[in-house]
């Protein structure tokens, strides 16, 4: 991996010139953005986001186009086994330009004999709607493009594409043979109400009035939250009380949650640490916390200061219908979840939502020992692929952590099972 310096270095340095060379000539092979939906224009799908050229593995052959205002890549390899797997991206902010990317699985598709096929969405922000209609609209546009149907099709998507996995696989529920959602926002607009709990709590705790929709003061009493909680300093015993409020909300008590929160509250957005960049929410009106109660420890009964907390807390009514569709959580076909337990960003507490609701039938969820967002390494991902593949062809159910129970996951070896290759913020499994 490239260090932070060699990488800034790397970006400030001019490119050698047969380099630059390469790169001015993909660059001007590419086509200028073409319109598309109302507001949007999409990028030449022929092209990566860096001005080189998309082009085919070794043994395969690629498709671009663009589709309803939607740009598309479709990749299927000689050998091809009759199996499709279509790819749903990410959250891209709120920008104007959308772009069709590769699945991070892409060379294992290929050299296992499966077809693949992404497309940009029509829009960005959190529209899962839109990412829904064109994931699904995929296997129509693989087969006029390829001239082949596809025996079975599988979905996965990552975070936001997470979201749109599970409910394009409730909408169409006899299209797909499997799913494979990772780091996935399988809780629906329970990441909204998760992103309001981590402030409204932090302005509960330090005695600090903050007000939903967030005022013009709100930056002003972040400056107020920030230090009484010591977040970048050093945990004060209202930021311990509130680690442990946000450990809770986020999946539990867990090994490496406190490397997991100085992790996030290091990154900032907008010059504001990470988890209090998103209030109210990203989609604002889809947050309730009316009938939350808010827990620090564990202990059998509430300690004086929970209940304080839960006297003082900004109680917030769900005023507005988002459009942000609901994962009802019952998969007629098999799920193979992979999600970080230190992910604050899309919280380990999406995997225990879907699993309460759909009773662990048809789910199995994999514990990453992670504190980033989506940060699985390659044969974590192609070991989850292989076994979901294997539970939809062979009907072997494969194995999978037991998320809902609290002692498991608090075990300091909570995790390991899966995790392939070892991260800085968790000791090896084995030592």
């Known amino acids: 991996m490239i260090g932070r310096a060699a990488l800034a270095l790397a970006l400030l340095l001019p490119a050698a010139p047969a380099q630059a060379a390469v790169q001015a000539a993909a660059q001007a092979a590419c086509q200028a953005p073409a319109p598309g939906l109302p507001g ?20 395969a052959r690629i498709w671009t186009g663009i589709k309803d205002g939607a740009a598309y890549r479709i990749e299927k390899p000689k050998r091809w086994n009759g199996r499709l797997v279509v790819y749903a991206h990410g959250f891209r902010g709120n920008g104007t330009t959308v772009f069709v990317d590769n699945p ?6 290929i050299e ?8 940009s969405y029509g829009t960005n922000g959190y529209d899962v709607s839109q990412g829904v209609t064109d994931t699904h609209a995929l296997i129509d546009v693989f087969r006029q493009a390829t001239g082949a149907t596809a025996r079975k099709v599988y979905i996965t998507g990552a975070s936001m594409g997470g979201h749109v996995t599970a409910v394009a696989i409730e909408k169409y529920p006899r299209t797909f043979a499997g799913a494979m959602p990772t780091c996935g926002v399988l809780g629906d607009v329970e990441l909204f109400d998760y992103f309001l709990d ?10 600090v009035r903050t007000d939903f929709p967030a005022s013009p ?13 010591g977040v970048t300093t050093g945990l004060t015993d209202a930021g311990r009380t509130w680690s442990g409020v946000v450990e809770r909300r986020s999946g539990g008590e867990r090994p490496g949650f ?17 988890l209090f960049s998103f209030y109210p929410s990203l989609t604002a009106g889809s947050v309730d916390n009316r009938h939350t109660l808010y ?9 004086a200061t929970e209940k304080k907390l839960n006297a003082d807390v900004l109680r917030v009514r769900r005023t507005t219908t988002a459009d942000v569709p609901v994962v009802a959580g019952k998969p007629r076909i098999p799920v193979l979840s992979l999600h970080g337990i230190g992910d604050l960003f899309v919280p380990f507490s999406m995997e225990q939502y879907y699993a309460r609701e759909s009773h ?23 070991q989850g692929f292989d076994d979901l593949v294997r539970w939809v062809e062979t009907g072997r159910r494969p194995a999978g952590d037991a998320i809902l129970d609290r002692r498991t996951v608090a075990a300091a070896t909570f995790g390991c099972r899966f995790t392939i290759g070892v991260r800085g913020n968790y000791p090896p499994c084995g030592g």
Request: some cysteine.
């Open 40 to 59: 949007y224009v999409v990028a030449d799908p022929a092209c990566n986001i860096d001005g080189t050229p998309f082009e085919a593995l070794a043994g």
């Open 104 to 109: 991070a699985l892409r060379a294992h598709y």
């Open 112 to 119: 296992r004999g499966f077809a693949w096929a992404a497309s």
């Open 198 to 207: 981590t402030t409204v709590t932090a302005a509960a705790l330090t005695g």
């Open 217 to 229: 003061a709100f930056g002003a009493q972040l400056s107020k939250i920030i230090p009484a909680l």
């Open 258 to 274: 406190d490397a997991a929160l100085a992790y996030w509250n290091a990154a900032a957005q907008g010059g504001v640490p990470f």
């Open 295 to 303: 827990r620090s420890t564990d202990t059998r009964r509430l300690t």
């Open 360 to 382: 662990g039938r048809n789910f199995v969820s994999r514990a990453i020992r992670d504190v980033t967002h989506c940060g699985f390494t390659q044969p974590e991902l192609r």
